[in-house]
């Protein structure tokens, strides 16, 4: 009776978190939902705000303040809100914003396309190369090309600085699952769905280098949480300007270096250093791997009670929203969390940094999504016409 009570608690907590039962994509011009604020991020309009919100592991509902709000200078910002009930506490009429809810209940989950072209809006930062082309429509293919970019800024044949006309800006977002916080802890087996998808796929495969007992000092691009050197090579392999790794075990960090002119390694137990590959496709199998006594950390969408890791894993990898797991089992100190299988994800499209109003300029994303989509969409219609 009580193994019964715990599966049914935790079902409920794990509906809780679904979200409403309805797929609601509708969006409410001039309509605020005031308060419950989770967290903000930059969006060029509502309907990339929405799939943010939906990527998001507890927003239920949103509103994006659009570039004709006059009230103050906060325009472009996507507030991601959530509440107990799992809808607006308020709704208010205000000029200047549209609001909106997760399409997390919509069956399947729309994948974002982000086709449009933003005339006199600047995706700020995150260059990591710049040349020149002729039109937007160049600069956008170049991007699309190019499997490192997520978005671009074009300046175009008018802008005030004459030398800066033409320029085309590479942008790189991470697409990649990563957890926010990898730590030690006994009891506790975390690891990745299988159908996690790790970077673009390609036909050449490669190994990849690794120098274990080996540091690399100096050149710091970025320290990210990592659960193991195969990780850690994966997330140099997807960022452009990564040019090596250091992986430190004992608090699992994963660093990023980067310096074209020279590789200095010095002895260091513990500490795993390599090189990524650029063009082919890395050997996955590490993603298939439990971490015993390894916690995911955060990114929560829900849990429910199994008797084993091994359930857990198969449970998420089944889940289209679930990435990445956690399963607390009967040897943790805390009997409340016996049993849980923590399910778990973050945003993984394309966002910029920060988006703000700017003459002579258009920006965009990467078209890489809507030919994914598109293939998706082709093979459905094929399945269909066949059956």
């Given amino acids: 009776m009580m193994r019964t009570y715990l599966i049914l608690l935790g ?39 929405q799939h943010l919100c ?5 927003c239920q509902f949103f509103t994006f303040i659009r570039s004709d709000w006059t009230r103050d200078n906060r325009h472009f910002y996507c507030y991601l809100k959530s509440t107990p009930s799992g809808v607006p506490n308020k709704r208010a009429p205000l000029l200047g914003v549209t609001s909106g809810f997760s399409l997390k ?20 930062g995150a260059d990591y190369q710049t040349l020149f082309t002729a039109d937007y429509e160049s600069c956008q293919r170049a991007c699309t090309q190019d499997p490192s970019c997520q978005f671009f800024t074009f300046v175009n044949d008018v802008f005030t600085s004459d030398y800066m006309r033409y320029k085309c800006h590479l942008k790189f977002s991470w697409t990649i699952p990563r957890p926010p916080l990898v730590e030690g802890k006994a009891s506790v087996v975390s690891g990745f769905s299988h ?14 280098k690794l120098f274990h ?19 850690c090579q994966m997330l140099c392999s997807a960022h452009p300007s990564c040019t090596f790794f250091v992986f430190i075990r004992e608090s699992f960090t994963c660093n990023l270096k980067s310096n074209v002119n020279e590789m200095v390694t010095v002895a260091k137990a513990g500490v795993t250093s390599g ?13 298939k791997e439990a971490l015993e006594d390894v916690d995911f950390q955060g990114s929560d969408i829900g849990f429910e009670y199994m008797d084993d890791a ?11 929203n679930c990435q990445f797991y956690a399963y607390a089992s009967e040897r943790v100190s805390n009997p409340d969390y016996w049993r849980r299988c923590y399910f778990k994800r973050v945003i993984t499209m394309p966002a910029p940094p920060k988006v703000v109003k700017l003459a002579n300029v258009v920006s965009g994303f990467t078209l890489k999504n809507c030919r994914r989509a598109l293939h998706t969409y082709s093979c459905l219609n094929q399945i269909k016409i066949t059956v």
């Fill in 11 to 49: 079902l409920l907590s794990l509906c809780g978190l679904c979200f409403s039962s309805e797929c609601n994509a509708e969006f409410q011009e001039n309509e605020d939902f005031p308060g419950t604020d989770i967290q903000h991020l930059y969006s060029p309009d509502a309907e990339h705000c």
């Fill in 310 to 320: 091994k359930t857990c894993q198969r449970k998420c990898s089944e889940d289209a």
């Fill in 195 to 208: 159908k996690t998808q790790m970077g673009l796929n390609f036909d050449t495969a490669c190994q990849g």
């Fill in 275 to 287: 090189l990524p590959e650029r063009f082919c496709q890395l050997n996955n199998s590490w993603i």
């Fill in 54 to 58: 939906t990527q998001h592991p507890s």
């Fill in 105 to 124: 209940p919509c069956n399947p989950v729309p994948q974002p396309c982000l086709s449009k072209v933003y005339q006199n809006v600047d995706f700020f």
């Fill in 213 to 231: 007992n080996t540091a690399i000092p100096g050149n710091s691009l970025q320290a990210l949480p990592a659960s193991s050197a195969e990780h």
